[in-house]
């Protein structure tokens, strides 16, 4: 389902996919909206830092899949879905290495990688940026509540941070945007965070999302009466 967003989406990407640098990490994944730090410092990865920055930032992080260990330092697969994202802060350090920010933007699947080029030794593919899909009858404010009563009933079990995590809530509208950042931010088993930035299907993304908060909100709640023993 394309939206006014999608659109400037696809512009603001549409010179990058063509020839787009990734980023290949082990159990790593940049979600739409979320902010990634990440510290560069193998000299291929270097490279690409600087060829990114001088073309505007865009680079997508492609999950290693397993068994990469065997061709790490050549061209092990990567997974299909990727999350892509700009550059928004860096630093590069005396050392040559760089200590990056990256600002999700979107997903993209991964068409085809690129032939290694004699003048750069980084991986390129060539992509394509994935919308998310919903039936019509699917109720995106109903969603959006059942995720803001997991988030406050979470928020009430925490130690800290409580109220940072329901001005996050207020603060986003948007279900699908709300998905992607509260998956960010809170889900931890890398086997569910690669499912959720791998999902298309929103309600299935959102069903996933909420699976996780209502198993984390049992485990508060377990160490919660644990401790008043």
Known sequence: MKTARSLRLRRLLAPALSRLPIFPLDQVQLFPRALLPLYVFEPRYRELTAACLERGGIMAVAALRPGFRDDYYGRPPVRRIAGVGKIVAHRKNPDGTYNI??????????????????????????????????????????????????????????????????????????????????????????????????????PGRIDLLSAELARLIHDLQGSTASGSN
């Not at 803001?148 to 995590?165: F, H, K, M, S």
């Open 101 to 202: 920010l990256l600002r999700g933007l979107g997903r993209v699947g991964i068409c085809e990688e690129l032939p290694a080029s004699p003048q750069h030794s980084y991986r390129e593919v060539r992509a394509r940026l994935l919308t998310d899909r919903w039936p019509r009858s699917f109720d995106l404010a109903a969603a959006r509540s059942t995720l803001v009563i997991l988030i406050d009933r979470l928020a009430t079990l925490l130690p800290q941070g409580g109220e940072a995590l329901r001005s996050l809530c207020a603060s986003e509208p948007r279900p699908r945007r709300l998905c992607d950042v509260l998956s960010a931010a809170l889900v931890r088993p890398p086997r569910t965070r690669r499912r959720l930035l791998e999902l298309r299907d929103l």
